[in-house]
């Protein structure tokens, strides 16, 4: 993905989603999607600062924010901070069926390894 669109039609354009979103907080400042669309917008124009400021302290309503969240921490080097914002995600993983087969299968792993 590039922020700019370069030379694919189907590229996302991240400058272009940002003006959208800015139009359409100008009616709705306050919807949850849109600031965690914008965040993530900003994250994708190297703006990690400013996508950190309008979802940090807002409760993550919904796990998009929280991934977001999570990806900007590690964007700037906040390691903590990372491993914090995600361990709300772990819970929500781990009802997933997918994530729990592989965890089994990697514990299966890890015990074959351990015995020879």
Same mark, same amino acid.
């Given at each position: *993905?590039?922020?700019? %669109? %370069? %030379?694919? %039609? &189907?590229?996302? &354009?991240?400058?272009?989603?940002?003006?959208?979103? &800015?139009?359409?907080?100008?009616?709705?400042?306050?919807? $949850?999607?849109?600031?965690?669309?914008?965040?993530?917008?900003? *994250?994708?124009?190297? !703006?990690?600062? +400013?996508?950190?400021?309008?979802?940090?302290? !807002?409760?993550?309503?919904?796990? *998009?924010? *929280?991934?977001?969240? #999570?990806? #900007?921490?590690?964007?700037?080097?906040?390691?903590?901070?990372? #491993? +914090?914002?995600?361990? $709300?995600? @772990? !819970?929500?993983? /781990? @009802? @997933?069926? +997918?994530?729990?087969?592989? !965890?089994? /299968?990697?514990? /299966?792993? +890890?015990? /074959?390894?351990?015995?020879?």
């Amino acid at each position: *993905r590039s922020g700019g %669109g %370069g %030379g694919g %039609g &189907d590229a996302f &354009d991240a400058l272009a989603t940002l003006v959208a979103l &800015d139009k359409a907080m100008t009616i709705a400042p306050q919807v $949850p999607d849109l600031i965690t669309l914008k965040a993530e917008a900003l *994250r994708l124009l190297g !703006k990690s600062d +400013e996508a950190l400021a309008i979802i940090s302290g !807002k409760k993550a309503v919904n796990a *998009r924010r *929280r991934f977001i969240e #999570v990806r #900007v921490q590690f964007d700037l080097g906040n390691i903590t901070s990372c #491993v +914090e914002a995600g361990e $709300p995600l @772990m !819970k929500l993983l /781990q @009802m @997933m069926p +997918e994530f729990k087969a592989a !965890k089994s /299968q990697q514990e /299966q792993q +890890e015990q /074959q390894d351990e015995q020879g």
